[in-house]
């Protein structure tokens, strides 16, 4: 489904009143996923395992982000391949709020995508979308995310693919609940404690590749884990502060593996 202009222009707006009363200018990122974030929410380690894994295929790999949005992770992408490309099907983001496209994103619908790719990043993608087959016959490497019950549209197993690992990150509705319940609503601090232990963290990044290329993936993948964690954004203190620290095992039952550790299949 498209985005309806009306409804873009209100977010805007809202953006606008949110930010006027910000305790930091990294919150909004986690409130307005679209506009000024992602869907998942990521760090440096991330961007460093997806370019690694890219690396692994080509020197120079091609890179495509399917839905990319405004191309958020897919600026970080580029400063590790310059030549990232993403694809975004609704025009009217862009155009219909003035804002710039850069030439690295061609308005463009995952159906029509006409040739290979080294690795097709695909990040959260609205249910009911399901370009499964079109991706699948332009790559050997998929990374995905995925909301944990709901995004089912991202799982390629019966693609021919090999699910090699994955790793679990909070989405931005875990982060924006807990900024809003530490920074922007009165609560006794015992009871946001409370509340706290129930946060949730149910964004999946699903690693897959055809059989043939899975031991070089996965040792991409080890290799690089070595390696970590090696940088991080200015952003990243917002989730430390939300209890999503790297490595950190949540209370919650229903995501029993420590974030960002990866799990092999
Ligand atoms: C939920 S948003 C995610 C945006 C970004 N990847 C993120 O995580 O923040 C999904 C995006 O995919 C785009 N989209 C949906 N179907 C698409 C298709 N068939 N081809 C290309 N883009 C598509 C939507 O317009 C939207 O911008």
């Known amino acids: 489904m498209p985005f309806n202009l009306d409804d873009l222009q209100k977010a805007r707006q809202a953006l606008a009143q949110f930010r006027a009363n910000a305790k930091s200018p990294h919150h909004e990122r986690y409130s307005f996923p679209?506009?000024?974030g992602t869907y998942f929410a990521y760090r440096k380690v991330d961007v460093l395992r997806v370019a690694a894994i890219a690396?692994?295929?080509a020197p120079s790999p091609s890179y495509l982000d399917v839905g990319c949005g405004y191309g958020d992770f897919l600026k970080r992408i580029r400063e590790f391949l310059p030549d990232a490309q993403g694809i975004e099907k609704d025009a009217g983001i862009f155009y219909g709020?003035?804002?710039e496209k850069p030439d690295y994103i061609t308005?463009?619908?995952a159906h029509w995508i006409d040739r290979k790719y080294d690795l097709i990043f695909v990040g959260w993608m609205e249910p009911g979308q399901d370009f499964r087959d079109a991706v699948a016959k332009s790559t050997d490497v998929i990374v995905t995310t995925l909301d944990q019950g709901i995004s089912l549209a991202a799982e390629f197993d019966g693609h021919g693919f090999e699910k090699v690992a994955w790793w679990r990150t909070p989405s931005w509705e875990d982060v924006n609940t807990e900024v809003m319940n530490r920074h922007y609503t009165k609560m006794p601090e015992d009871k946001r404690g409370r509340l706290a232990?129930?946060?949730g963290a149910h964004n999946l990044w699903y690693v897959y590749c055809r059989p043939h290329k899975s031991n070089a993936i996965r040792e991409a993948i080890k290799k690089q884990v070595e390696k970590e964690p090696a940088g991080r954004y200015d952003f990243e203190y917002v989730l430390d502060e939300c209890g999503y620290q790297y490595l950190q095992k949540?209370?919650?039952?229903a995501a029993p593996e420590p974030l960002w550790q990866v799990q092999w299949n």
């Open 107 to 109: 308005v463009s619908d």
């Open 55 to 57: 690396k692994s295929i």
């Open 197 to 199: 232990k129930l946060r």
């Open 250 to 253: 949540l209370e919650n039952p």
């Open 97 to 99: 709020l003035g804002t």
């Open 34 to 36: 679209f506009f000024r």
